[in-house]
């Protein structure tokens, strides 16, 4: 025990010996180095929550006002570093986890880099040595198993979750003499098959805009309805091996994206780009696959003059998740007892359904899921649909699917080349061997 | 020692003595004997020592930023190391890799193709425009100055309001095609189409930069050569290609030098042209440079930094073959040699 607490103590003043060198690289000079952090600590302790993401991204603003009044000795600092998670926020946490400083003592990650994340065990913070084993019932198994690292720790817990919906432009459906109400439009697409002969009849009565906007979008909805028929997986099987030529899952997503783009379909667009905004805004297709987190993207990219122009239904095809994120704490952390209480708290019940009213986020917490507040909150600017509601009954037989160590990589890759089919690049014939070369190299 | 100043000055009672002596008394006794040694080996360090501390810190900063990352660069390049993962010598086999990579060799052919799409007209046009420059025209500095604007605004500027005119559904010169009757281009989907976008937004910036050094190198050309060719009976075209062409010719190695390294590590333009930042240079790579594949590779999907320190290494010897091969052409611009 002695013993123990001297080598903690002395890992402390290494750590501030090491902060007091890194100073001059931009370190902070205020906090207070060697301040023990296994009393309690006299000043307040400042635990950094860095995340990503567009719009209201993570939604804690409300949250993390009311845990700072409440903890005068823990004070939170929520910052929202970019939009842009793959080619901003990914490639800088990594080279903050190897520099050994920089990044927050909070860190949200994704769920295309979990895989990235729970392969390099070293950079995190076992969060079971702080008591956060106990939470496994409130999270589905899916959401609990990937923030578990290769080590068998768990590392980060779970905050939204995608789900699965329809959005779709009520104006166009009318113009085209399409069904407007959402259990009508619900009614017209049980299926991918009848999902596309609507788009048919959409296209033949308008020359303007186009049924969907372009390949991804859909590729990632079908894929998330397709990789639970298959054994839970996508690109990689539970090995890690690349399964991409061999999971029907992928083939399948991969021939119905093929399909809706040689019926011309498409408005060939490649999703999150600004003409893809743009077109969100001009209306220049009718309908999109819609996670929950797409609702806050719609809104922001749509403005406020389309308010009531866009709505939800349900998606053809049946349950899927697509996206949402985690919060994992950094070794590198002085504060990890500290920083370990704000992420149970952001993460659990109240920390949920605050960022879900916020920034639309679904709950991936159970508890937070079954809260009147979550289950009756509809959202004014589609039209009052009861987004609580249509998204509870989209995750409720959400099965985990396993996403291996280079997922985000392998995704990126064999995207392109759908994008570069859907526009015409890449011929129909030859994109489905570009689309495993390309996933090959990705996965290295 | 003893006889060093600074403890002479701290041996004195302070504040009184102190000024004296450095400002009057210290001359005299100085010029004694022993003491006059260390001012002369000052006087030395000023001469000798000082120069090298005046410019030491360009050197400093040379070092930290120019020349640490480029030996860092080289040792990660024999390493098959992965940000934030594991590391392993591996000797060559990030450049054996590369030589067989087919997405590297596109990079190259990229980079190469635009940068001579994008460098001739560029060379010919500034030319033109410094040969325009030089005559006698009413508002010659104003037009001086006007074409050096675009190079005062910044690259990004310049990148998204081009990759705005060429945007396929919006953009300016799919408006302009579609009165003619042109159906509406995809700009970023072909090789030649996006290669042209990029080299348009190139000329745009540096065009108006290489007239201004090819003017003022024309400037310097003495008058009685063109007296003496016109009294032969040398036309203007004549005078140009004999008289001004041969005698611009280390300015042109040198614009073609610079245009030739700015070329080869084009970054900016193609990825602003692609919008977000994956750095893959389109669907199948078409517009991709050798320096976004580097950063694809480093810091977007794979993240193999030593992989991506061995591109940069082939991308510094792959300038070097770029400079001599111009150097090559450029001499005998004129017909010399």
Known sequence: ?444 | MASSPTADATSLPPRLERPFMTLQLAPPRHASGKRAAPRRRMTRFDIKGMPYLLVSPYFLLFAVFGIFPLVYTLWLSLHDAELAGERTFSGLANYAELIADAEFWNAVFNTVGMFVLATVPQIILSLMLANALNKRLRGRLLLRLGVLLPMITSVVAVAVIFSQLYSRDYGLFNWVLGLVGIDPIAWQNEKWSSWIAIATMVDWRWTGYNAIILLAAMQTIPKDLYEAAAIDGATARRQFWQITLPMLRPTIVFVVFISTIGGLTLFTEPVTFEGEQMMTGGTTGQYQTVAMFIVEQAFRGSFEIGYASAAAWLLFVLILIGTMVNYFFTRRIGGAR
């Open chain 1, 1 to 444: 025990m002695m013993n123990h607490k001297r080598f903690a103590v002395s890992g402390v003043m290494v750590a501030a010996l090491a902060v007091a060198t890194a100073a001059c690289g931009g370190g902070d000079p205020t906090t207070p180095a060697g301040a023990g952090e296994t009393t309690a600590a006299a000043e307040p302790v400042t635990i950094n929550v860095h995340t990503f993401g567009g719009g209201e991204n993570f939604g804690y603003d409300a949250a993390v006002e009311k845990w700072n009044a409440e903890h005068p000795n823990i004070q939170v600092k929520y910052t929202n570093l970019t939009d842009r998670f793959e080619d901003v926020y990914l490639p800088q946490l990594l080279q903050r986890l190897q520099a050994g400083s920089g990044a927050g003592d909070i860190v949200g990650i994704d769920e295309g880099a979990m895989g990235l994340m729970a392969a390099r065990p070293q950079f995190f913070t076992d969060l079971g040595e702080h008591g956060l084993q106990d939470r496994k019932a409130d999270f589905p198994a899916a959401k609990w198993e990937a923030g578990v690292n290769a080590d068998g720790k768990l590392f980060a817990l779970g905050t939204d979750i995608g789900g699965m919906t329809m959005c779709y432009r009520k104006d166009l459906f009318e113009k085209a003499g399409l069904p407007t109400d959402r259990e009508e439009v619900a009614k017209l697409w049980p299926t991918w098959d009848a999902y596309m002969e609507a788009g048919k009849k959409f296209q033949a009565a308008n020359k303007d805009a186009k049924w969907m906007d372009g390949p991804n979008t859909i590729y990632n909805v079908i894929l998330s309805q397709e990789a639970p028929k298959n054994g839970n997986v996508s690109y990689f099987d539970k090995s890690n091996q690349l399964v991409l030529e061999t999971n029907p899952a992928v083939k399948t997503s991969f021939d119905w994206v093929q399909k809706f783009s040689q019926q011309g379909l498409t408005a060939k667009l490649q999703a999150f780009s600004p003409p893809w905004n743009k077109a969100i805004k001009g209306g220049d297709f009718a309908t999109m696959g819609c996670p929950s987190w797409m609702l806050g993207v719609i809104s922001g990219a749509a403005g406020d003059g389309n308010k009531g122009n866009w709505d939800v239904a349900s998606v053809p095809g049946g349950t899927g998740n697509w996206g949402g994120s985690w919060l994992a704490i950094p070794k590198q952390t002085k504060h990890p007892k500290e920083a370990a209480q704000v992420l149970n708290y952001l993460t659990g019940k109240e920390g949920h359904v605050a960022a879900f009213k916020e920034a639309g986020a679904f709950p991936s917490s159970i508890p937070a899921q079954q809260d009147p507040e979550v289950a009756g909150l509809k959202n004014e600017y589609f039209n009052d649909v009861p987004t609580g509601e249509i998204f509870a009954a989209s995750v409720k037989d959400l099965q985990p699917v396993f996403l291996g160590e280079k997922h985000a990589q392998v995704k990126t890759s064999v995207e392109k080349v759908l994008e570069g089919m859907d526009q015409g690049a890449i011929g129909y014939d030859e994109a489905w061997t570009k689309f495993i070369e390309a996933g090959v190299k990705a996965a290295g």
